[in-house]
């Protein structure tokens, strides 16, 4: 059994955003305190450093930890040709600009966490500047100091990012079950006739609600 330290307030919003989420993808993980806590907490986790002297402190950091994998390499690379999709990825603790070129190669649909310790207007401007959608966003204040953290999603047109979907309520537990709610509330409507945009919102929504479906059975 591990100890469960409590963590840093910067650190311990990003746990609390990634808790409706199985898969937790830590770019960056560092000394491994976010990466233990969440799989002390349910949480598969996928740890990250660029540097092998780097990957081999955090494996010393996660050993005992069977939750916890961890793998080398810069940024999304480390997670390239890995078997198992993550359902959210967190890139905590580094400069506005080293978020920035890091989440720049995140998958697309994805949700990422950012928490910059510093930079965060270039940070910012550079996520607008490359389409990102912002899910939702925090403030952490810590020893004097203020941190921001966004979730953000990377997102096109090809890819139907769709703001119909209420994802920045994704982080309540209630969420999937509300969603259902208002997919049956939907479909017991269609004995009358549809408007167009009320046909586009039942699609969207039952994505999601089968996609929150597919998550509860795999986590049962
Ligand atoms: C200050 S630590 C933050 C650790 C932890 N994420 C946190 O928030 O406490 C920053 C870590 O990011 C790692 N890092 C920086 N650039 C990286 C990159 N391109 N890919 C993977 N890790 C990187 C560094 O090696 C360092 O361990």
Do not use: N
């Amino acid at each position: 059994m591990h100890r469960r330290r409590s963590l840093e307030p910067r650190l311990a919003l990003v746990a609390d955003w990634c808790r409706p989420y199985a898969v937790v993808a830590d770019i960056g993980a560092g000394g491994g305190q976010l990466s233990r806590y969440l799989a002390d907490h349910g949480h598969s986790v996928i740890a990250t450093e660029r540097s092998a002297p780097g990957a081999a402190v955090l494996r010393q950091a996660l050993a005992g930890c069977p939750s916890a994998v961890v793998r080398q390499g810069d940024g999304f690379q480390a997670l390239r040709d890995l078997g198992r999709p993550f359902d959210v990825a967190v890139v905590a603790g580094m400069g506005g600009p080293t978020i920035l070129r890091i989440v720049s190669e995140a998958p697309w649909g994805v949700p990422v966490v950012v928490q910059p310790m510093q930079g965060w207007r270039a940070l910012r401007q550079g996520l607008a500047a490359a389409a990102f959608r912002w899910v939702k966003a925090g403030l952490c204040h810590q020893r004097d100091r203020f941190y921001p953290a966004w979730m953000v999603v990377r997102a096109d047109e090809g890819q139907r990012f769709e703001p119909l979907v209420p994802r920045e309520m994704a982080c309540h537990p209630e969420y999937p079950a509300w969603l259902e709610r208002e997919w049956q509330r939907g479909m017991r409507s269609t004995r009358r006739q549809k408007t167009p945009s009320e046909a586009v919102w039942l699609e969207v929504i039952g994505e999601e609600v089968q996609r929150w479906r597919g998550k509860t059975s795999l986590s049962d």
